[in-house]
């Protein structure tokens, strides 16, 4: 049983436009999110992370949404570049400790 | 800062032999580490959670003694797989934690192994 989902398993995308990538989950109890992102023979590196207790967390061109009551997350990259192009892992955190992560959307942004 | 070294990056072996993995914490202190394993186009799934001075901690469904950890200084943890056969041929990756940075630090990743087994 799944309980960090990412449903599509590949988005493309132009180059300047925004993309949106989605991560839904079943468990209540977790208390933070957490978006990697992942280049071939690289482990991931982290991207951008938000609390339970937010709904909104903003970094440069990566903005997190938080929607608790729907259990779903989407990590917004504005404008998009080519180089953004990996696989993104959405993960999720519970009990403060090890985190649970979904299958990846991979992203290809086109110039 | 906050970097995760982990070596070999990858293992071609024969069925049998027992390979051991490295994970160390190259600029920081971590009492915890985790051990992750991917197959292919499947999520990160963590296998078991190491601790400084103590013993690992499984998560159902891994045999703990097909899956050796130590975790024997605040920088390094191994993971031996003992005995490998093909279906243990996977991307195993490694995550630790800042330990002086509590709270909601993430976990910094190594860049994986991959593991072949003939």
């Known amino acids: 049983d799944q309980q960090v989902k990412q449903n599509s398993p590949s988005l493309s995308v132009q180059e300047g436009r925004i993309s949106i990538l989605n991560c839904d989950y079943t468990?209540?109890?977790?208390?933070?999110f957490l978006w990697y992102k992942k280049y071939p023979a690289e482990g991931p590196t982290f991207l951008i992370s938000i609390s339970s207790i937010k709904d909104k967390n903003e970094d440069g061109r990566f903005t997190v949404f938080l929607n608790k009551s729907a259990k779903h997350l989407s990590l917004h990259i504005v404008p998009s570049q080519p180089g953004d192009s990996a696989v993104y892992f959405c993960a999720a955190r519970l009990g403060g400790t090890a985190l649970i992560f979904g299958k990846g959307t991979t992203l290809s942004v086109s110039s | 800062g906050a970097v995760v070294s982990q070596h070999p990056s990858r293992v071609i072996c024969k069925s049998g032999t027992s390979v051991k993995i490295e994970c160390r914490s190259l600029?920081?202190?971590?009492?915890?580490m985790f051990w992750y394993r991917q197959f292919p186009k499947q999520s990160l799934m963590l296998m078991a959670t190491s601790n400084e001075g103590s013993k690992a901690t499984y998560e159902q469904g891994v045999e703990k003694d097909k899956f050796l950890i130590n975790h024997a200084s605040l920088t390094l943890s191994t993971l031996t797989v003992t005995s490998a056969h093909p279906e243990d041929s996977s991307f195993y990756i490694c995550?630790?934690?800042?330990?002086?940075?509590?709270?909601?630090?993430?976990?910094?990743f190594g860049d994986g192994t991959r593991l072949s087994i003939l």
């Open positions: 995550s630790a934690r800042d330990r002086e940075k509590g709270g909601n630090q993430p976990q910094h």
């Open positions: 468990n209540s109890m977790f208390d933070y």
């Open positions: 600029d920081f202190q971590a009492t915890t």
